[in-house]
Antibody, heavy 123, light 107 residues
Framework: QVQLQDSGPGLVKPSETLSLTCTVSGGSITSGSFYWTWIRQPPGKGLEWIGYISYSGSTDYNPSLKSRVTISVDTSKNQFTLKLSSVTAADTAVYFC???????????????WGQGTTVTVSS | DIQMTQSPSFVSASVGDRVIITCRASQGISTWLAWYQQRPGKAPKLLIYSASSLQSVVSSRFSGSGSGTDFTLTISNLQPEDFATYFCQQANSFPRTFGQGTKVEIK
């Protein structure tokens, strides 16, 4: 059974780069055609899709964040990483990693999630 | 981006009630829709995929329907563990987008 574990600093200073890692266990990040995804949730608010990377390295990002986001994959460590640059207080949120499915005959949804990492942007 | 609008934003209900949550997409998304439950301090949990298919190990009290632009999530015989926030999410195109959420609280 695939599990995701997200990790990283809980406090980031304004203008610096937020960096989070999601470790995949119970399966290989290269198996299947999944989208390895980052999503965030500001305090008391809804869910915002940040972007994804496939095992082959193809990416897509939310246009609202595209200029500041990089998602990369390390298949040797079975991990994928989020970097968000030039952060401000508006980037304070719980950050989740998740496994998303491609749309083919069915859409199987985001079926596996990490537990979430709370990131606060403050000096 | 495709906008997803849920209603109501908040519902107060009692154990044993039936609750219906609706989700409307700003353009047609076929059946490329999922529903999630989120309890406080936890990650979202997938309930329904492809608009109407029940995720494994999810209670059959949950059901989904709809296609195109209008979708519903029905919770039958509401149980204490069902009091949570529910989100819809479209997968017709990127960026993936979510509804704003519906909080189900105990009356």
């Amino acid at each position: 059974q695939v599990q995701l574990q997200d990790s990283g600093p809980g406090l980031v200073k304004p203008s610096e780069t937020l960096s989070l890692t999601c470790t995949v266990s119970g399966g290989s990040i290269t198996s299947g055609s999944f989208y390895w995804t980052w999503i965030r949730q500001p305090p008391g608010k809804g869910l915002e899709w940040i972007g994804y990377i496939s095992y082959s390295g193809s990416t897509d990002y939310n246009p609202s964040l595209k200029s500041r986001v990089t998602i990369s994959v390390d298949t040797s460590k079975n991990q994928f990483t989020l970097k968000l640059s030039s952060v401000t207080a508006a980037d304070t949120a719980v950050y989740f990693c998740a496994r998303d499915s491609p749309v083919r005959r069915y859409y199987y949804g985001m079926d596996v999630w990490g537990q979430g990492t709370t990131v606060t942007v403050s000096s | 981006d495709i906008q997803m609008t849920q209603s109501p934003s908040f519902v107060s209900a009692s154990v044993g009630d039936r609750v219906i949550i609706t989700c409307r997409a700003s353009q047609g998304i076929s059946t490329w829709l999922a529903w999630y439950q989120q309890r406080p301090g936890k990650a979202p949990k997938l309930l329904i995929y492809s608009a109407s298919s029940l995720q494994s190990v999810v209670s059959s009290r949950f059901s989904g329907s709809g296609s195109g632009t209008d979708f519903t999530l029905t919770i039958s015989n509401l149980q204490p563990e069902d009091f949570a926030t529910y989100f819809c999410q479209q997968a017709n195109s990127f960026p993936r987008t979510f509804g704003q959420g519906t909080k189900v609280e105990i009356k």
